[in-house]
T-cell receptor, first 116, second 111 residues
Framework: KAGVTQTPRYLIKTRGQQVTLSCSPI?????VSWYQQTPGQGLQFLFE?????QRNKGNFPGRFSGRQFSNSRSEMNVSTLELGDSALYLC???WGPGQGLTGELFFGEGSRLTVL | AQSVTQLDSQVPVFEEAPVELRCNYS??????LFWYVQYPNQGLQLLLK??????LVKGINGFEAEFNKSQTSFHLRKPSVHISDTAEYFC?????????FGAGTRLTVKP
């Protein structure tokens, strides 16, 4: 059974650009959550999608957005990139709504974004 | 809202020694507790979880944790560590709607 797949794994952008990251959840999982991981802030929750609807959102500016498609695949977009957006972006999937509803989130390996 | 504090940012230990990684949480409602491990250049992997029942929880790779409601703690332990246990460990708390992670503890096992 394939795990959570995130693309691209690595990317470099410059300030002011925008970026789109993709996440394919485990087959059958309908919930996708996104996290930002940085050395200083640790893991910060961005948002969660379930059945194409944003169910929960963390404390991030509007430059961070996401969506989920009917096949449960999700994308997140960051516009007008800033140096501080450099981070590892992790996607996690689960069976149902709510983070940890079934007691486990399944994480992808992440997309490492560097903003120059 | 719930929050998690991991009391040690780094824990160095020699191979075959015991280790304890400390985690305290705060929440006004009942919570579920988790420990995740992150190996270099990988995502997070679940080590163990407490949802209800026995307060001593056993996980993968010989790890265990004990839920202590009065002390609001969920410390992770292993009686004898291996070099391969070197990784970042995250404690997490969920109220079934919102999962929050601690800042992480970097465990370094030395030969």
């Amino acid at each position: 059974k394939a795990g959570v797949t995130q693309t691209p794994r690595y990317l470099i952008k410059t300030r002011g650009q925008q970026v789109t990251l993709s996440c394919s959840p485990i087959s059958g999982h309908r919930s996708v959550s996104w996290y930002q991981q940085t050395p200083g802030q640790g893991l910060q929750f961005l948002f969660e999608y379930f059945s194409e609807t944003q169910r929960n959102k963390g404390n991030f500016p509007g430059r961070f957005s996401g969506r989920q498609f009917s096949n449960s695949r999700s994308e997140m977009n960051v516009s007008t990139l800033e140096l501080g957006d450099s981070a590892l972006y992790l996607c996690a999937s689960s069976w149902g709504p709510g983070q940890g509803l079934t007691g486990e989130l399944f994480f992808g390996e992440g997309s490492r974004l560097t903003v120059l | 809202a719930q929050s998690v504090t991991q009391l040690d940012s780094q824990v160095p230990v020699f191979e075959e020694a015991p280790v304890e990684l400390r985690c305290n949480y705060s929440s006004s409602v009942s919570v579920y507790l988790f420990w995740y491990v992150q190996y270099p250049n990988q995502g997070l992997q679940l080590l163990l979880k407490y949802l209800s029942g026995s307060t001593l929880v056993k996980g993968i790779n010989g790890f265990e944790a004990e839920f202590n409601k009065s002390q609001t703690s969920f410390h992770l332990r292993k009686p004898s560590v291996h070099i391969s246990d070197t990784a970042e460990y995250f404690c997490a708390v969920s109220n079934n709607n919102d999962m929050r992670f601690g800042a992480g503890t970097r465990l370094t096992v030395k030969p």
